[in-house]
């Protein structure tokens, strides 16, 4: 065997990244990364890059050869650090001008943007609003850089008490690290839930509008990285969001530091009692809408996002308009599905089944309209192993008897006839949570439903954490085009998020997400995600009821198997 020479030798000077396109790039040892990448375009705004298989910020030095991936607005991560950042700089600005005021920053808005709420004073005027936006472009105009510092834990809860955010030296209280990431700007600090751009001067794409009693921060969305998106009003879910406050405010836990104390101090069966109480009080009042129109409102849709609770809602629902002497029919629209060779192609020439036009229209429509005249109907049937189209039940409906139909496309008008959209009563469903960590830093309404699935899925698909986490990215991107544009439409909404749910998810959802392996591209969103869940105290899932939305995930709902008699 021949042997290689090999001699130790000083370290070189310069020091080599490779990207993913096979390129090399060279640089002074101990650069940031953001300078050896500020060498190439980038398709929008960068923000981060992955060295070596972990997400890093743009002042992470390279000391050794690595592998870099950069990470730019256009992706998941990018957006959350763009969306973080400029959530600090309205922070930091928001303080500037109304030191004795407190910000809230709420729930999200589908076209890109945060509604923020103020107390301790009137809500902004337009006039105090176009002051703060420009206090935030001067900012930005001034590129101050956001300095990051770890600190001792309790150096860190002794700031946030000297400062009055009670809520911050609460959540503190509970973590089990013993030092807290802070960044500055200025003379003030706060800390994120994840990593930040350097300086100001990266955040120029933003607006803020008036909204309701608030405000709303624009940012822009990663489909269209360098521009914001029409607003448009939403009414309903923001009146969803309000309510929800409104519940946590009556329970006493209006943040997760709040929800720890509960925990801890005992409260588990009454958090879990209350809550479910809410969804039941809510429910009821849906069921009585529904029965008030009972001669107009045959045709029933649910329809809400991925793991929303679409499925036990439905058969709690169904459950409520027996009680009332009503007894609904579920139509499942998956039946409806065109066969697989006649299914659309999405923009890479993939089989599109979340399409609307997936979907066999014209038999749907026909079907419904004899339906609702009294007619007996064959409906389909969806083979999902051969993919074909096949003859299904015969049913009939009795005299008042509505449908259930529960699917993405509920609330686009396209699924019904025109001669029967005044028959239809529309139903949106999202677990649209109102508990943040704290007043700045929220609690993702995705991230909730992300977690929901990993566990479900584990336990009835055999799925890891990582095959889940990689069909995500698809099922945000139908949700956008399908659902989302459409909540609207709905007669009402029901929000299916629970305030101690992710304390009863956590125990599942931590081991499932320690099995994905470094290197792979789901790890970054898997360690995110465990870094996030540390937040919260765990709940013994022995108190959440077997009728419960959360039981859909964790297992053991009574409605599981749930079906009501067929008619004929």
């Known amino acids: 065997m021949v042997m290689k020479e090999i001699n130790l030798v000083p370290p070189r000077d310069k020091v080599e990244i490779h990207l993913p396109d096979g390129r090399v790039l060279s640089g002074p040892r101990g650069a940031r990364v953001g300078e050896f990448l500020s060498a190439m375009e980038h398709d929008s705004q960068l923000v981060a890059a992955i060295v070596n298989g972990d997400l890093r910020e743009l002042t992470y030095p390279i000391e050794l050869e690595s592998r870099v991936e950069p990470v730019t607005l256009s992706s998941p991560d990018g957006g959350r650090i763009y969306r973080r950042s400029l959530t600090f700089l309205l922070e930091m600005a928001f303080t500037d001008l109304f030191p004795d005021a407190t910000l809230y920053v709420d729930h999200s808005v589908a076209s890109g943007g945060y509604y923020c709420q103020v107390t301790g004073r009137s809500p902004l005027s337009d006039s105090e609003i176009e002051s703060l936006k420009s206090h935030m472009q001067k900012l930005v105009e001034d590129d101050l850089p956001f300095e990051r510092k770890e600190v001792p834990l309790q150096e860190a809860i002794e700031y946030f008490r000297s400062r009055g955010y009670e809520d911050k030296v609460l959540l503190l209280k509970y973590r089990r690290k013993n030092y807290l990431t802070l960044y500055r700007l200025g003379e003030r600090m706060d800390y994120l839930h994840g990593y930040m751009v350097p300086s100001t001067g990266y955040l ?26 029409p607003m448009p009003e939403y009414p309903k879910l923001l009146g969803t969001f309000l309510q929800y406050g409104d519940w946590l405010a009556k329970l006493g836990i209006e943040n997760v530091g709040a929800l720890n104390e509960a925990i801890d101090a005992g409260r588990a069966a009454e958090i879990v009692l209350v809550s479910e109480a809410f969804h039941e009080q809510r429910l009821s009042q849906v069921t009585r809408q529904i029965a008030d129109q009972i001669e107009h409102a045959r045709l029933i849709m649910v329809a809400g996002p991925s793991s929303a609770g679409k499925t036990t809602f439905s058969r709690r629902l169904t459950v409520q308009l027996l009680a009332l002497g009503i007894s609904p029919f579920p139509l499942e629209l998956d039946n409806y599905f065109l066969d697989r060779d006649k299914t659309p192609l999405d923009e890479h020439g993939q089989p599109d089944f979340e399409s609307i036009e997936a979907l066999s229209l014209l038999s749907l429509a026909e079907h419904l309209e004899r339906l609702i005249r009294g007619e007996e109907v064959q409906l389909l049937r969806y083979n999902f192993r051969t993919g074909l189209s096949e003859a299904g039940d015969v049913i009939q409906l009795k005299d008042g008897q509505p449908l259930i139909i529960e699917g993405i496309h509920g609330l ?20 649209l949570t109102q508990l943040n960590l704290d007043r700045h830093n929220r609690v993702s309404t995705t991230d909730t439903r992300l977690i929901r699935r990993i566990v479900r899925d584990a336990r009835e698909r055999g799925y890891s954490a990582a095959q889940t986490i990689s069909r995500w990215e698809s099922v945000r991107r ?7 544009p459409f909540q609207e439409n709905a007669d009402v909404m029901f929000n299916s998020a629970l305030v101690y749910e992710l304390a009863a998810l956590k125990p599942q959802a931590e081991p499932l997400l320690r099995q994905v392996q470094h290197g792979t591209p789901e790890y970054i969103e898997a360690r995110r995600l465990l870094a996030f869940l540390e937040w919260f105290l765990p709940l013994d899932i022995s108190f959440v009821p077997e009728t419960s939305i959360l039981r859909e995930f964790l297992g053991g709902s009574i409605l599981k198997d749930f079906r009501i008699w067929k008619n004929k």
């Open 412 to 431: 686009d008008p396209r699924l019904i006839p025109a001669n029967l959209q005044n028959e239809v009563f529309r139903i949106y469903i999202s677990a």
């Open 478 to 484: 139908g949700e956008k085009r399908h659902i989302f």
């Open 204 to 229: 120029h794409v933003f607006d803020l509008v008036y909204t309701k009693s608030g405000f709303t921060l624009r940012y822009p969305r990663r489909h269209t990285p360098n521009q914001l998106l």
